[in-house]
Nanobody, 120 residues
Framework: QVQLVESGGGLVQPGGSLTLSCAAS????????MGWYRQGSGKQRDLVATLTSTGSTNYADSVKGRFTISRDNANTVYLQMNSLKPEDTAVYYC???????????????WGQGTQVTVSS
């Protein structure tokens, strides 16, 4: 059973930094894409950043230049968040995707989420 477990959330002041971690129960290279999503109160879940198995990254416009997604060589993906703003407040979710070719839907896995609150 594949599991993703986030950690590192908390309360931080505007302008501060925080690093989120996502530990997978399998090698992160088992996934074609890993990423971070966030969901603010009363809002939909939105993409924050993705990282493919080949090392390509993609970021939401709202976090470009402030957030960085990275990984180790084992089972952890990180999200370094700098210059945090109150609008970054949300539950952050780790996501892993495994492609199964054109004849099948991809497998998708989600963590339980970690709360990030940016407030003075």
């Amino acid at each position: 059973q594949v599991q993703l477990v986030e950690s590192g959330g908390g309360l931080v002041q505007p302008g501060g930094s925080l690093t989120l971690s996502c530990a997978a129960s399998v090698s992160i290279f088992s996934f074609d894409t890993m990423g971070w999503y966030r969901q603010g109160s009363g809002k939909q879940r939105d993409l924050v950043a993705t990282l493919t198995s080949t090392g390509s990254t993609n970021y939401a416009d709202s976090v470009k230049g402030r957030f960085t997604i990275s990984r180790d060589n084992a089972n952890t993906v990180y999200l370094q968040m700098n210059s945090l703003k109150p609008e970054d407040t949300a539950v952050y979710y780790c996501h892993g995707r495994i492609e199964q070719g054109i004849a099948a839907l991809p497998l998708a896995y989600w963590g339980q989420g970690t709360q990030v609150t940016v407030s003075s």
